[in-house]
């Protein structure tokens, strides 16, 4: 890192940080108690010296085994007795610290995938860093005592320790974010993945090499082209000589997936707590809705003139695959779409008023957006194009794995799925890159203030309720 970068790094993220504690500040004068999921989870810092646990709670303890490592000892330097350990506002700081942590592994992350690009300059990723840190969806949940802060930071670290090659680092780290959030596994997978991914890449070089067929891509290419690079996967996991080897350099994510389905076969579930309203399902629209959800927060990258012309072409030109792929959007969208009880009951999330709003407006109106879902899925994918096929196609397994079996429609489900995709895409224009920023500046002012001054009550009740995602 040169020096000027250096200080335009250390410049933004301490006024990142600056501005996130006077948000904070703010918010917590505001809400003062615990709204929302916070009841529960605010309840298990103090309980888990006590050894008990609260049967709503369907995560594992690593937000509370953190918070107990950051505040007992606080409160025994600085005298401080336990109502104030465990107020709101102390747990809720142990987010911002998180956040803070997460500034800088995007910014490491960042450089580490892209830094041999010299394209891509110094100032530009920095502005990266600083509009994945305001993530809106991410950015608001800093302010609560919620899982996602920690569960992204463990996450994105064990993915940092992977690219460098610390593969037994990036398995513990990739543990700690399980014990935040189970299906966090699936990236810990991911990090397996990639090197499998460099591997078979490698591989497959050295195959076309040996063949000297030039018209054989190993990122895209036509139909006949991916059905010899499914030949050459099946030839290469069959050989036991390169089982070995895989299995030599991911041993470490191979036992942290043993430690895995030992818990789940011990704890019956995925799910600890209650289950009731976690069970599990195959809602294969959630991948379209994660589609939508990230051409909208990517809109300066995905939703250009450009890209509209490209897909209208790719469309003319593949009338008869377009067809079949929307026939199967259609199917899966007829038989596969769950409503979960909580979409249609709780009117405090954007999603309730997403579903009432688009979705609930006509029965045929989920089968009407098919088009945009396809959009959206090819300009997804047409922008990790630069990747290989292999790191594409694991990529897409870890998120049909996240995101398909979860049977509530909620936004915080998309935020590492998201951010993985975000950090491996090629960087726009400096022009692209200010008009998201911007974007999600104008997001998160419009969320917190709706938080903060759009308050209302429901029926029979004197709480005071609040919007968010």
């Not at 389905?261 to 579930?269: C, P, Y």
């Not at 959007?329 to 008023?353: E, G, P, Q, S």
């Not at 960087?427 to 759009?454: D, H, K, M």
């Given at each position: 890192?040169?020096?000027?970068e250096?200080?335009?790094?250390?410049?933004?993220?301490?006024?990142?940080?600056?501005?996130?504690?006077?948000?904070?500040?703010?918010?917590?004068?505001?809400?003062?108690?615990?709204?929302?999921?916070?009841?529960?989870?605010?309840?298990?810092?103090?309980?888990?010296?006590?050894?008990?646990?609260d049967?709503?709670?369907?995560?594992?303890?690593g937000?509370?085994?953190?918070?107990?490592?950051?505040?007992?000892?606080?409160?025994?330097?600085?005298?401080?007795?336990?109502?104030?350990?465990?107020?709101?506002?102390?747990?809720?700081?142990?987010?911002?610290?998180?956040?803070?942590?997460?500034?800088?592994?995007?910014?490491?992350?960042?450089?580490?995938?892209?830094?041999?690009?010299?394209?891509?300059?110094?100032?530009?990723?920095?502005?990266?860093?600083?509009?994945?840190?305001?993530?809106?969806?991410?950015?608001?949940?800093?302010?609560?005592?919620?899982?996602?802060?920690?569960?992204?930071?463990?996450?994105?670290?064990?993915?940092?320790?992977?690219?460098?090659?610390?593969?037994?680092?990036?398995?513990?780290?990739?543990?700690?974010?399980?014990?935040?959030?189970?299906?966090?596994?699936?990236?810990?997978?991911?990090?397996?993945?990639?090197?499998?991914?460099?591997?078979?890449?490698?591989?497959?070089?050295?195959?076309?090499?040996?063949?000297?067929?030039?018209?054989?891509?190993?990122?895209?290419?036509s139909?006949?082209?991916?059905?010899?690079?499914?030949?050459?996967?099946?030839?290469?996991?069959?050989?036991?000589?390169?089982?070995?080897?895989?299995?030599?350099?991911?041993?470490?994510?191979?036992?942290?997936?043993?430690?895995?389905?030992?818990?789940?076969?011990?704890?019956?579930?995925?799910?600890?707590?209650?289950?009731?309203?976690?069970?599990a399902?195959?809602?294969?629209?959630?991948?379209?809705?994660?589609?939508?959800?990230?051409v909208?927060?990517?809109?300066?990258?995905?939703?250009?003139?450009?890209?509209?012309?490209?897909?209208l072409l790719?469309?003319?030109?593949?009338?008869?695959?377009?067809?079949?792929?929307?026939?199967?959007?259609?199917?899966?969208?007829?038989?596969?779409?769950?409503?979960?009880?909580?979409?249609?009951?709780?009117?405090?999330?954007?999603?309730?008023?997403?579903?009432?709003?688009?979705?609930?407006?006509?029965?045929?109106?989920?089968?009407?957006?098919?088009?945009?879902?396809?959009?959206?899925?090819?300009?997804?994918?047409?922008?990790l194009?630069?990747?290989?096929?292999?790191?594409?196609?694991?990529?897409?397994?870890?998120?049909?794995?996240?995101?398909?079996?979860?049977?509530?429609?909620?936004?915080?489900?998309?935020?590492?799925?998201?951010?993985?995709y975000?950090?491996?895409?090629?960087?726009?224009?400096?022009?692209?890159?200010?008009?998201?920023?911007?974007?999600?500046?104008?997001?998160?002012?419009?969320?917190?203030?709706?938080?903060?001054?759009?308050?209302?009550?429901?029926?029979?009740?004197?709480?005071?309720?609040?919007?968010?995602?």
């Open positions: 890192m040169e020096r000027a250096a200080h335009g790094f250390a410049a933004a993220m301490s006024g990142a940080f600056l501005l996130s504690c006077l948000l904070f500040a703010a918010i917590n004068r505001r809400q003062r108690g615990p709204y929302m999921d916070e009841a529960f989870h605010l309840r298990n810092p103090v309980s888990l010296s006590a050894f008990q646990w049967p709503m709670i369907t995560t594992l303890p937000l509370y085994l953190v918070s107990v490592g950051i505040v007992k000892p606080a409160a025994w330097l600085f005298g401080w007795t336990g109502s104030v350990v465990c107020s709101a506002g102390m747990l809720r700081f142990i987010n911002l610290l998180f956040s803070a942590g997460n500034f800088y592994l995007l910014y490491l992350l960042l450089f580490k995938i892209h830094g041999k690009s010299k394209a891509v300059s110094g100032f530009q990723r920095i502005l990266s860093t600083l509009t994945l840190a305001m993530f809106p969806t991410l950015y608001f949940f800093t302010f609560l005592y919620y899982t996602d802060p920690g569960s992204v930071f463990f996450t994105l670290f064990a993915y940092l320790m992977c690219l460098y090659g610390n593969h037994k680092t990036s398995a513990l780290l990739g543990f700690c974010g399980f014990v935040f959030r189970q299906t966090n596994i699936v990236w810990a997978v991911f990090c397996a993945g990639n090197v499998v991914a460099e591997k078979l890449n490698e591989a497959w070089k050295t195959e076309l090499q040996k063949k000297k067929d030039e018209k054989i891509s190993s990122r895209k290419g139909f006949s082209d991916l059905i010899r690079i499914l030949q050459f996967l099946t030839e290469y996991l069959i050989s036991p000589k390169n089982l070995v080897a895989l299995i030599a350099l991911t041993w470490p994510y191979i036992m942290l997936v043993t430690v895995f389905f030992g818990f789940v076969f011990i704890n019956g579930g995925i799910v600890v707590g209650d289950r009731s309203s976690h069970e399902c195959l809602h294969f629209p959630q991948l379209f809705y994660f589609l939508s959800f990230t909208f927060f990517s809109f300066p990258h995905l939703l250009t003139p450009t890209k509209i012309k490209k897909f790719s469309l003319r030109k593949h009338p008869v695959q377009y067809s079949l792929i929307s026939i199967i959007c259609l199917f899966l969208i007829w038989k596969f779409t769950y409503v979960h009880k909580y979409l249609l009951a709780d009117n405090r999330h954007y999603t309730f008023y997403v579903w009432r709003k688009v979705f609930q407006r006509h029965e045929l109106v989920k089968y009407v957006l098919v088009p945009v879902y396809i959009f959206a899925g090819w300009s997804f994918a047409d922008t194009k630069s990747k290989s096929i292999f790191w594409i196609l694991m990529y897409f397994v870890c998120l049909l794995a996240v995101i398909v079996p979860q049977k509530l429609l909620e936004f915080r489900y998309f935020i590492l799925p998201f951010l993985i975000r950090l491996n895409i090629p960087f726009p224009s400096l022009y692209r890159q200010l008009l998201e920023l911007a974007f999600y500046i104008v997001v998160n002012a419009v969320t917190f203030y709706l938080f903060l001054n759009r308050t209302f009550q429901w029926p029979n009740s004197d709480e005071i309720q609040r919007f968010m995602w």
